[in-house]
């Protein structure tokens, strides 16, 4: 049992003067506190054969999970290749535009080269369901039908580092590719690439420099497309007439980024291009992003060498697709969010068992200004992004 705290989107709230017309913010934020409850139980050496059945579950009030697996090593006589089959039921509401349900079935084939690399083989298929969605009427056809997703994937990783869990030297590697087709039964066809590269340098008695660059994009394929609404829709903020469907890249299915794992100069899940008629976030098809940290040690009363200070340096975003992607200071218009964000900021660490708690302070030295015409007023508001935000967590960033 736990406890979390994250600064997050704030809810609609109603209108003093016409209860019957939401007021949202879409920069409102709250600062939300919750219970967490894990629970994980095995059995193994499941017929006598080394075998072992999982069932994890994780509970608080942004997020259910529950997790079933069986696994099995030695596949075939080969002790370099495991077989895993996977059940997972999630809910989820850490992106304030929506709330997510999914349904997923897997099956994976491991296979390990040698102590530090390893590759993963999979079939995927699960249900995904996007509802409570704060976004423009005439999208809501487009992104809150329940979607399938179906298809195969490979992931190979790369792990150098001396404690995963709070590395101070070596490298990590990972890439991610996978395929989601209609011919096998999936609601939309696109393909999803995801790269990570990680190091950690020590350097004095106890300092570490610790760096990672991440970048993830999707391409629909065939007859899956994005963006827009089909001839017939309304366009119209104010109106409830519903477009005609398209088959996109669901929201669950996107890219989304900001926090404390992140870019830290966003609150939770909340980089990158927004409805533009609420203003709340959509996730978006490519992702970049640089994190710099240095890590230092602090000596104090009472709580001795055990606290640790950072002073780090964020940049990045979430981008419309691949080819939005930009360095750029700014926006070129305040309907588009495509730019290159920087946040530098300095935290605290304190050392555990199971991971590093950490508090971070971050400042965004160049919060995007955008436009949003919310319901049922006519006319376009605009907004700008905060430029400071703080997270706590537990775990490293990267």
């Not at 077989?83 to 349900?101: C, E, R």
């Not at 704060?134 to 997703?149: A, C, K, M």
């Not at 001839?231 to 404390?260: D, H, K, M, N, Y």
């Not at 990045?316 to 080819?323: C, E, L």
Request: proline share 7%; aromatic share 14%.
């Amino acid at each position: 049992m736990g406890f979390e705290v994250q600064q997050i989107g704030a809810s609609c709230s109603s209108n003093s003067k016409n209860p019957s017309q939401p007021s949202c913010d879409p920069n409102a934020t709250v600062i939300a506190e919750s219970p967490r409850v894990i629970f994980e139980i095995s059995r193994s050496n499941m017929f006598g054969r080394a075998q072992t059945l999982t069932f994890k579950a994780r509970a608080s009030t942004l997020e259910y999970r529950s997790l079933l697996s069986y696994t099995a090593d030695n596949f075939w006589g080969h002790p370099s290749i495991g077989v895993q089959l996977i059940g997972l039921a999630d809910k989820a509401q850490d992106v304030q535009t929506f709330t997510s349900v999914r349904y997923e079935g897997a099956f994976q084939v491991a296979e390990k080269f040698s102590r530090s690399s390893s590759i993963l083989y999979r079939y995927f298929f699960r249900r995904v369901t996007a509802s409570q969605l704060r976004i423009t009427p005439d999208e809501i056809p487009l992104f809150s039908q329940p979607t399938l997703v179906s298809g195969f994937g490979i992931t190979y990783a790369r792990e150098r580092r001396d404690n995963p869990v709070d590395a101070k030297r070596g490298t990590f590697n990972t890439v991610d590719l996978s395929v989601a087709s209609t011919s096998l039964g999936s609601s939309a066809s696109f393909f999803r690439g995801f790269f990570q590269n990680s190091s950690f340098y020590p350097f004095g008695r106890a300092f570490v420099f610790a760096r990672a660059t991440r970048f993830g994009f999707e391409q629909p394929l065939g007859r899956t497309i994005e963006g827009g609404t089909s001839e017939g829709g309304s366009t119209s903020c104010t109106s409830t007439t519903p477009a005609v469907a398209e088959q996109v890249i669901p929201l669950p299915e996107r890219f989304f980024a900001g926090g404390a794992t992140t870019l830290r100069g966003f609150g939770l899940n909340e980089a990158g291009p927004r409805d533009p008629c609420t203003g709340f976030p959509i996730g978006g098809l490519a992702v970049l992003m640089f994190n710099q940290e240095l890590r230092f040690p602090m000596k104090l009363p009472f709580i001795g060498s055990r606290l640790g200070g950072t002073i780090f340096y964020d940049g990045g975003n979430v981008y419309s697709d691949v080819s939005h992607i930009t360095m750029a200071w700014k926006p070129s218009a305040t309907s588009n969010l495509n730019y290159f964000s920087h946040t530098v900021g300095f935290g605290f660490r304190y050392a555990t068992p199971i991971g590093p708690v950490r508090v971070d302070f971050a400042y965004q030295l160049n919060p995007a200004r955008y436009q949003a015409t919310i319901p049922p007023n006519p006319f376009e508001q605009f907004f700008r992004l905060p430029h400071f935000e703080f997270s706590f967590n537990i775990g490293p960033i990267f």
